[in-house]
């Protein structure tokens, strides 16, 4: 299918900060996404609003009533997300309750509309985590022969982040994808994660890991010769800001509880092409890998995590999603994509 616009919708503001999910969903309406990826925690949010609170049962009735929204604004729900720290658990208790969740997320997949599910790489301390990559395999082979099981089938789709701790490059996922060989488990290629990981250091001073750009190019080289298209089942493109100073005790974002690429990441992602803003990471020269070289087309997502989700001004979704859809008209024209819709009215008087 051509590229279809998509968003997370904590990406328009986060729930925590007053900002309900229909607002949101009005916004990614107006300005043009085709899609979302569903945040847990906005479901959560929708539930948590019931009579009862955020039962089960309740959280059921709340996927029913999003599927309902989203249809009303002709938004499809891409996935639901994230089922995070799952593979490789050393707590084999905590792995079987992790399947327990599961189990019922395929009950949520299905009254949402949804036949995918998201998995980011763990980012459980190592001590946590088993070292043998067999054993991830072994959970994320189990996950998706659950999903084959399923009526209909339910997807996987696999993101390393650029600080989990045992899979943190996308040569990891796609290993691990492969390994899996399972038709229902596929790959999410994140722009950010890619580059944050070979190219952006936010703890150095520069910003950057020292020989960065060969590794972006050695790294966009095994993924043109590598990488199956037809496991790549949606791809994420953002950027994010150069930090004036090294993220490290004493700079606003740090977390001693954090890696400095996951703090980096929460406060600092930005869209596509704002420069302006200080974005700094080589996504138009993975991207143009991805869409150009790869050949991919598909849902696009503009993942955001920024600090400005948190903001309770009450502008902050209008603005979030005006931002994103005037980076999604940047990057159709750069790359040359071919789109499901024209950009809209809304979109070209605002570039």
């Not at 979302?36 to 959280?59: K, R, S, W």
């Not at 992790?98 to 599910?117: H, I, K, P, Y």
């Not at 399923?150 to 492969?178: I, K, M, N």
């Not at 949606?234 to 004493?250: I, K, N, S």
């Amino acid at each position: 299918m051509p590229c279809r616009l998509g968003i997370t919708s904590m990406s328009l503001g986060r729930s925590s900060a007053g900002h309900s999910l229909v607002h949101k969903l009005d916004m990614a309406q107006l300005y043009g996404y085709r899609g979302i990826e569903l945040f847990y925690e906005d479901l959560f949010d929708v539930a948590q609003q019931l009579p009862g609170g955020a039962t089960p049962n309740n959280e059921l009735h709340a996927a029913h009533i999003v599927n309902k929204l989203c249809k009303e604004r002709g938004l499809a729900i891409i996935c639901l997300q994230p089922f995070a720290h799952f593979e490789g658990l050393l707590d084999r208790r905590a792995h079987l309750q992790r399947l327990e969740q599961l189990a019922f997320w395929f009950q949520l997949a299905r009254a949402l509309g949804t036949d995918m599910v998201q998995i980011p790489s763990s980012f459980l301390p190592a001590s946590e985590l088993a070292e043998d990559p067999r054993v991830a395999v072994a959970d994320l082979r189990k996950v998706a022969d659950m999903g084959l099981q399923q009526q209909p089938p339910v997807r996987f789709v696999y993101e390393a982040l650029c600080w989990g701790t045992r899979c943190d490059h996308w040569e990891q996922s796609w290993e691990l994808v492969q390994a899996v060989d399972r038709p229902n488990f596929g790959l999410c290629l994140d722009t950010f994660n890619i580059a944050g990981r070979i190219y952006a250091d936010p703890a150095s001073p520069t910003g950057c890991t020292p020989n960065g750009e060969q590794a972006v190019r050695e790294s966009i080289a095994r993924l043109l010769t590598t990488v199956d298209l037809r496991k790549v089942f949606y791809v994420q493109v953002v950027d994010a800001e150069r930090l004036t100073e090294p993220l490290g005790p004493g700079h606003a974002f740090y977390d001693p509880e954090q890696p400095a690429r996951m703090s980096w990441s929460r406060n600092c992602r930005l869209f596509y092409g704002e420069w302006d803003r200080g974005a700094y990471l080589p996504v138009a020269q993975i991207a143009r890998a991805i869409f150009q070289g790869l050949g991919f087309e598909g849902w696009v997502s503009m993942e955001l995590f920024n600090r400005r989700m948190s903001d309770t001004d009450e502008m902050v979704p209008q603005e979030l999603a005006s931002r994103g859809a005037v980076a999604w008209a940047k990057l159709v024209k750069d790359m040359k994509l071919r789109v499901e819709v024209p950009v809209t009215g809304l979109v070209t008087a605002s570039l």
